[in-house]
């Protein structure tokens, strides 16, 4: 999400080994394998206006032990390069995130085998051109800086990457349901780290901000299960629906307007307020219904009797 990259390697305890052979089949000694510290991700805003909060860095801390190093997020078991085999959370003095909070960090330690094939790799990374990566995981809160609304559960009118009476609205992402992996990437979605956000276990109640977001921190593709594919068209059709029913609503009120329009303006042109209607939000359709209503309710004053005067009758006479 925020801030992932590579920080260095480092030789290999006798702690982390016990660590680490916990997830090999065989043992390995230091000088078979090369082991580095990753940043996986902050608590400060991203790109996409969204960040994790203490806790849900503290969940990722432990979910992310056994996890793997990957490219581009890439589902391949042979593009499985690295383990991660230790975490923790770390806090940077002195800094703040962009919210003016405390700054923290979630690192980890990460072992891969000094093989012929992972060479090419190993000497990338000394080097820095493999430096930044990004984490997959999914989240089951999205929790509104402004007004505290969750965004997974809630309709929320506050724009992430706005301004709100001086107040900027992000996401705050909690609730941590699972980690996938983390990947050598070459622009994360964390300005100093990068977690790319999965569209995996959103469930009944994400909504369109949640596929859009997602859709726009993908630079060039983007790979669906089935399972996620049918949870976003059975989003799209229940959109759908609702779509039409507000099409009829629409369609009726406009009908209404242009109705309340011949009765409380009859010398205007109804030809020309209809074609005016048809073009209305429904917002502006509602302010001409109110007013034609206001007027309607008002009693006709006689234009030839002004009040509180009497007339003689053979005042009309000729």
Known sequence: MTEGYIEKSIGAVSDDL????????????????????????????????EKFSIEALNELKDKFVGKTGIFDHSMKSADQKARIFDTYIEKCEGKKTADNEDFYQLKAKAYMVKSEENLPLITEIEAGIKKEVSISCSVAKSICSICSADKRTTRCEHHSGREYDGRLAYSILSDVKDAYEFSFVAVPAQREAGVTKSFCNFGK?????????????????????KAQANSIITKLEALDEEAQLGREYKKSLTKEVINLCSTAMPQLDLKVFSNVAQIMTTKELLEFKKAFSQNKDKAPTPQIKPENKTYNVNQFKI
Not at 25 to 48: G, H, M, P, Q
Not at 213 to 219: G, N
């Open 18 to 49: 016990e660590k680490i052979n916990k997830f090999t089949r065989s043992e390995f000694d230091a000088d078979s394998l090369y082991i580095f510290n990753v940043v996986l991700c902050n608590n400060d805003i991203d790109r996409d206006y």
């Open 205 to 225: 109640e994400f909504n369109m901000t949640d596929i859009i977001s997602t859709l726009k921190s993908c630079d060039t593709q983007i790979t669906l299960s």
